[in-house]
């Protein structure tokens, strides 16, 4: 497919940073902490929204953003991504005219995830539309992907302050990003997805972080069947996991998991007990 | 000082509920999790944002997130909240004209905060007219706070994937509230605050999630000069917790603590070693 024209007016800038801390004995200690600065995004020129984000991956954080949020359907319409750090913009440039859209931008929700944002009215009465297929699912992929993904998390892993999110497929992470904020994190990962028209059928999604409502729309809109997560789930988050038939795990670390919907879709070829 | 009417259709929603879950083992649980629920705000009659709350304090979530967004400046103003779970609506009646809040809708940043949400341009143009006193701070006075602390968190404890805040003096938790969303914590904190016309001055903010830019400008809108957080902090959230000169204190647990600002107006009366 055409690829749309990046344009990076300079390096990505630091992932983190070092600072002196004093501890509880006043001893100084040098730390690292996780960057977070502002990215303004425009669609043709038209300012949409500031994120606070990592930016590790801007471009497709911007595409995924707006592409979640339902600002942009067509990657084939994208012509130009220009990311201009001193600025702190990003300037999306399609070949399509997006002025009909400025209605969508009035109507907002404030989700709940670990630093995640803003949906749009025109996402939430999508919601119906979303659907993934009904997979099933081995123990032993989970723990095949648990066990890839303990070799990432290196913001984290340094500075903490950051959530990790993930594509994997079976024992592979085909992608991993951390951010500030995991709803930047997730639409960084479905800006690349969608950049690349892959498909969600056989991936799964795994998110150091909570699964609320937000978090489980955005894995949906990916088409993304399983979801894993090192954390908890929200009663919002199940429900619409349950509405969209996604295989939802939480708690997930090591061997341990806990199926909060689709365990009758999991095949138990290992138990808990058994190294993976 | 003149309170709000504070108007409620229907008692307080459930704040867990029990659901089944799988293990690892292909054993069925019997879990709690948190509640997640739509709670759209109306000043005037006029949709401002739909929050996604754990809904515990709704009337204080409202107002604290209208002032925290400078749609609203004069608690003396507010005529009603009517709370509505049916419809999940807050509506905001005040005596005073808030049609000239329209052009502040038109900007939004959106933040990084643990389930944190969104800035109104408004906000951001002010930051530099947040000012909190530069006081000093007894170690043992940090051992305190933790420790009373830790009497709380009752929906974290039973469910997981809500986050703290809370305001102590000294000793004492003057007020805790969890929310799925941590910018919902921290707004009804500062709405309780504001409608109490409470000062800042003397409390201490607490918050389990990660300081980042957005929760250390909520708390230098509540004039509060001490900032303890059991979690990390960010680039931003510091350099705006230096900018406020907020004392912040991250990875604040037990008797271990970092400070990563105003170390150098904590008197440490006692060692970490040390019993509080």
Redesign the interface.
């Known amino acids: 497919m055409a690829k749309p024209n990046i344009i990076k007016t300079s390096e990505n800038p630091l992932q983190t ?1 070092e ?1 002196d ?6 001893e100084k ?1 040098t ?1 690292q ?6 990215l303004t995004v425009m669609l043709n020129w038209k ?1 949409i ?5 990592l930016g590790s991956r801007p471009e497709a954080l911007v595409l995924g953003y707006l592409k979640n949020q339902s600002f942009l359907s067509n990657p084939e319409a994208i012509e130009s991504v220009i990311i201009d750090w001193e600025t702190h913009s990003a300037a999306v440039i399609t070949k399509e005219n997006t002025d009909h859209l400025d209605k969508a ?14 949906m749009y009215g025109n996402v939430m009465k999508q919601l119906e539309n979303y659907k993934v297929p009904q997979v099933t699912l081995k ?1 032993s992929e989970i723990y095949s992907a648990l066990e890839a993904l303990t070799h990432y998390n290196n913001t984290y892993k340094k ?3 950051v959530h990790g999110c993930a594509v994997c497929k079976a024992d592979e992470v085909l992608s991993f990003v951390e ?3 995991r ?2 994190a997730v639409d960084t990962l479905a800006g690349e997805m969608w950049l690349n028209q892959d498909s969600g059928d056989d991936k799964i999604f795994y998110t150091t972080g ?5 978090m489980v729309i955005k894995v949906a809109q990916m088409g993304i069947p399983v979801l894993l997560s090192r ?8 429900d619409l996991a349950k509405q969209f038939g996604i295989i939802t795990i ?1 708690r997930a670390k090591g ?6 919907h689709g ?1 009758d879709r ?1 095949v ?1 070829d290992v ?3 058994t190294e993976a």
């Open positions: 940073i600072v801390v004093f501890d509880e004995y006043g200690l730390k902490i996780a960057c977070e600065r502002p300012e929204v500031t994120l606070m984000t931008l009035t109507k907002k929700t404030v989700t709940s995830g670990c630093g995640q944002g803003t123990q500075a903490g302050a951010d500030v904020g709803h930047n909570r699964l609320t409502s937000e954390s908890g789930v929200t009663q919002m988050g199940l939480a061997l341990r998991f806990q199926a909060f365990a999991i138990f138990k808990g007990d």
